[in-house]
Structure formats: structure tokens, C-alpha cells
């Protein structure tokens, strides 16, 4: 079954750690998104990516970094420069504009 | 500035009657809105879109109503399903931009 997958579903930090999350995509799209998501609030966008090697800051970019060497792959990391780092974090990919976005189940980090 | 709002954190409804999500965008420059459904500790499933040139689109129990000059768009459910109960969240998009901005979200409760 093709789709998103997310991993690890539950992630724990210590202070000062930078951690990876891990998406990967076998849909065979182009755009892919990391987002987080606090508590009572919608979706934020963090990083996005329209194409391979190439990739875009959201609207709450600080303290975060991401690569897309692969088309299936887009891994978050969250920097220990990030303040508040603990959110349910939503991966997503698209084929393209005008089409939805499609969603893993996320990660939910946690600061030990 | 929240460009997308739900002003409607919650929303209870009796199974069987409709159910009316309302979700207000500031930018005229969306011109692609979409609906999707989120259960606890998941990623938000995709439900419906419409784009710009029109003003309603249906899919079986789900209809999406578009407002340009009010900038408003609805989301109808009928009939509504216990299933039906989970967070909402409507989301827009630019033209020539594949990034979504979302809406808080409202949760929506069938109730027996």
C-alpha cells in the first residue's frame, strides 16, 4: 500500500540534543512538508520541498533544519536551538499543485 | 495574522442531523480550499476540496460551499455518523503555491 510513513511515533530529547525524525514516501511525489502541531492550534508549516535537493523555510523554520536527498525522504531534525520543541510533528507529501495533501500519523516529541 | 480562522472551537450534533463547519480566509489570493478530518494521535485525512471557480462541490455525505466575496466556506455533513466525531480543519492554498495554511481546527461531537 503506498503512503507515508513516520517514524519513530513516540520520541523522547534530552536538553541540548539535536534529534532526527524520520518521513518516508513511496507515492512517488514531488512535494513534500513537515509541520507541527501544539495543542488547540491547526497545522504550522516548518520546511517544505517541491523537488529533490531543493527546499524551503515555513513560517516557524527557527531552530529546525531538514535535507531532501532523495525523492521517498525527507527527514526534520530538531536543533537544541529550539526553544520549544515539544509538538506533534505531521509529515505530508502532494504529487503537485492543486492536489491535497496527504498525511503520515507524526511523531510525537517529548523534552526529558 | 491568521489568515485561515474556525472561530468555532467545538461543535455538538445529534446523530442523523447535519452538521455545519464554518471556516473564514482573509487572503484573496487563495484560490484552492480544502477539508480534513483528524483523529487523536493521526495524521488528518483528506475529505474534500473546491477550487476558486466554484462555488460548491459535493462527495456523497460531504458538501463544501464556497463564498468568494464573503470569503467563507462551509463544510456540510448529512446525515452525521458517530464516526463522524474528530477535529476538522479547513485549509487554503495561493495561486502557484503548494503550501497550505490551516485553519485552529473544530471538533466536532455526534452524539447518539
Known amino acids: 500500500d503506498g503512503g507515508i510513513t513516520q517514524s519513530p511515533k513516540y520520541l523522547f530529547r534530552k536538553e541540548g540534543q539535536n534529534v532526527t525524525l524520520s518521513c518516508e514516501q513511496n507515492l512517488n511525489h514531488d512535494a513534500m512538508y513537515w509541520y507541527r502541531q501544539d495543542p488547540g492550534q491547526g497545522l504550522r508549516l516548518i520546511y517544505y520541498?517541491?523537488?529533490?535537493?531543493?527546499?524551503q523555510k515555513g513560517d516557524i523554520a527557527e531552530g529546525y533544519s531538514v535535507s531532501r536527498e532523495k525523492k521517498e525522504s525527507f527527514p526534520l531534525t530538531v536543533t537544541s536551538a529550539q526553544k520549544n520543541p515539544t509538538a506533534f510533528y505531521l509529515c505530508?507529501?502532494?504529487?503537485?499543485?492543486?492536489?491535497?495533501?496527504?498525511f503520515g500519523d507524526g511523531t510525537r516529541l517529548s523534552i526529558l | 495574522d491568521q489568515q485561515v480562522k474556525q472561530n468555532s472551537p467545538s461543535l455538538s450534533v445529534q446523530e442523523g442531523r447535519i452538521s455545519i463547519l464554518n471556516c473564514d480566509y482573509t487572503?484573496?489570493?487563495?484560490?484552492?480550499f480544502l477539508w480534513y478530518k483528524k483523529y487523536p494521535a493521526e495524521g488528518p485525512t483528506f475529505l474534500i476540496s473546491?477550487?476558486?471557480?466554484?462555488d460548491k462541490n459535493e462527495d456523497g455525505r460531504f458538501t463544501v460551499f464556497l463564498n468568494k466575496s464573503a470569503k467563507h466556506l462551509s463544510l456540510h455533513i448529512v446525515p452525521s455518523q458517530p464516526g463522524d466525531s474528530a477535529v476538522y480543519f479547513c485549509?487554503?492554498?495561493?495561486?502557484?503555491?503548494?503550501?497550505?495554511?490551516f485553519g485552529q481546527g473544530t471538533r466536532l461531537t455526534i452524539n447518539p
Open positions: 473546491i477550487s476558486s471557480i466554484k
Open positions: 485549509a487554503a492554498s495561493a495561486r502557484g503555491a503548494q503550501k497550505l495554511v
Open positions: 505530508a507529501s502532494s504529487p503537485g499543485l492543486h492536489q491535497p495533501q496527504h
Open positions: 487572503n484573496s489570493m487563495f484560490d484552492y
Open positions: 520541498s517541491q523537488i529533490v535537493n531543493d527546499f
